[in-house]
């Protein structure tokens, strides 16, 4: 399994931080978590085969996630790199999806589900495991952020990655990513904050260690964390290893 950091910001605009986006990769499965600013250019900057994309998750539809997914269907109804493409695009998200999308392709008159290849949109809730392709599956959890948005746990052949989306801290996580092997996991803050629904430095790092995972990723990092050594504050609470993510870091797990 393959992961690739295409943006590890926030909404607020970094010079080297795009918005939230994340590449998977597996034998079959190429998965796009999330699409917010800066998206659509990273994915060929950082060479991935995105017009093979096959599945994309929305963890929820604040724009810094969901921001430059209609520039992508653009794209992919528009590049050449899609010519003779017959497999299906599976949009993966939480109820509400199906509602986004066709209201986009309303509003724009670009016909964006209307592409040279089948377009799926599925809406997916707790509490059940949901196939992907063969030998690959998904899991979702709600998180502590907006009223739909939901953290994923991708399974791939006994190799699993989680990714939280944006949350705030909550126990029930710490059950839902146990023994992950490798988290990507919002960092928003240095300290707790009770204003906002983000994980601060010290509430991430208490997940990681609940959880048990591997190997912890953090992102969605705002601008004020890039003077901190959040890597060594993260250490005092977790003693597994720890990576900073980084636009265009490239992973195999």
């Known amino acids: 399994m393959k992961i690739v950091v295409l943006g590890s910001g926030t909404s607020v605009p970094h010079k080297a931080r795009n918005s939230a986006g994340f590449w998977v990769e597996t034998d ?21 085969n995105w017009v093979a994309v096959t599945h994309i998750f929305l963890s929820h539809f604040h724009l810094d996630h969901i921001g430059e997914l209609p520039a992508l269907h653009f794209a992919l109804k528009h ?37 040279q290849f089948p377009v799926e949109i599925e809406e997916v809730q707790p509490g059940q495991e949901y196939p992907l392709l ?27 990655v989680g990714y939280t989306g944006d949350t705030a801290y909550s126990e029930d996580l710490s059950q839902f990513f146990h023994k992950t092997d490798w988290l990507i996991a919002e960092c928003s803050f240095a300290k707790p904050r ?33 003077r901190l050594d959040v890597k060594g504050e993260i250490a005092k609470i977790f003693s597994g290893p720890v990576i900073i993510a980084h636009d265009g870091l490239s992973l195999e797990i």
Do not use: F, K
């Open 194 to 226: 009770s204003d906002v629904q983000h994980m601060s430095i010290p509430e991430v790092a208490e997940l990681a260690r609940r959880a048990e995972v591997w190997q912890l990723m953090v992102t969605h990092l705002y601008p004020e964390l890039d």
């Open 134 to 160: 063969d030998g690959h599956s998904m899991r979702v959890h709600p998180t502590p952020h907006t009223n739909e948005s939901l953290a994923v746990r991708v399974e791939e052949r006994g190799t699993s």
């Open 79 to 115: 590049s050449p790199g899609v010519q003779g493409r017959t497999s299906s695009l599976r949009i993966v998200g939480p109820v509400g999806t199906a509602h986004l999308l066709q209201t986009w392709e309303a509003a724009l008159g670009y016909e964006l589900l209307t592409l």
């Open 28 to 48: 079959g499965m190429r998965l796009l978590l999330d699409c917010g600013a800066g998206t659509l250019h990273a994915l060929p900057r950082y060479e991935v």
